[in-house]
């Protein structure tokens, strides 16, 4: 497995495959709850139509066609592990990819719960609506995914979490916020939730 050398676009699938993992240009969605149901018509969706209209007319195409902007994978270290690198300089505004993973029922188990080392909900993000009756979805990328899965926190992000609808559906996207300069680290805020247990360690870069 590579540790010392940059991993590139096309060795990402070699390289989860080295870890376990599935490589994902997209998500995939495992419940049918979430196909069956058009979250266009959600009052959630709804209130922010405009906005939603507008983000996807900007980023639409390219979410379709799985893309992801010019990054590479780096070794930082055993406690960091790997970090997400721009491979070219990247402008506020622009889209990074979508946050790969399977769509599933929200996971079930104590937040704290850990499996290989790593927390259940490390690689998780909340799907942005719920169902009426009020059951609650996630974008879980624990065993598939893309290299977004590998972008570490900060409190002074340069990119950052955003969801749009698609083609019924809504899809989790990261977008650059501040300029990231070719060989700078990306970074995104994971939320005062993902801190608020306890039981995770902020390990400074």
């Given at each position: 497995m590579p540790s010392e050398k940059d991993l590139i676009d096309r060795e990402f699938p070699e390289f989860f495959r080295s870890l376990g993992l599935i490589y994902r240009e997209r998500s995939e969605v495992r419940e049918s709850l979430v196909s069956g149901y058009d979250w266009s018509h959600s009052p959630y969706a709804l209130d922010n139509q405009s906005e939603f209209t507008e983000l996807t007319a900007k980023y639409g195409q390219k979410l379709r066609q799985g893309y992801l902007a010019p990054l590479?994978?780096?070794?930082?270290?055993?406690?960091?592990?790997?970090?997400?690198?721009?491979g070219a300089d990247l402008a506020?505004?622009?889209?990074?990819?979508?946050y790969a993973g399977v769509i599933q029922a929200l996971t079930d188990a104590a937040a704290e719960d850990t499996v290989d080392g790593h927390y259940l909900s490390d690689y998780s993000w909340n799907y942005p609506d719920e169902l009426p009756d009020g059951t609650a979805f996630e974008v879980n990328a624990f065993r598939e995914g893309n290299l977004l899965?590998?972008?570490?926190?900060?409190?002074?992000?340069?990119?950052?979490?955003?969801?749009?609808l698609l083609d019924g559906l809504f899809v989790t996207f990261f977008r650059v916020i501040h300029r990231i300069p070719a060989g700078s680290q990306v970074f995104v805020d994971y939320g005062e939730e993902y801190w608020s247990g306890g039981f995770r360690t902020l390990v400074q870069l």
């Open positions: 590479h994978l780096r070794y930082l270290s055993q406690d960091l592990g790997w970090g997400v690198f721009a506020s505004g622009d889209l990074l990819g979508e899965r590998f972008v570490n926190h900060s409190p002074v992000p340069n990119s950052t979490v955003d969801h749009t």
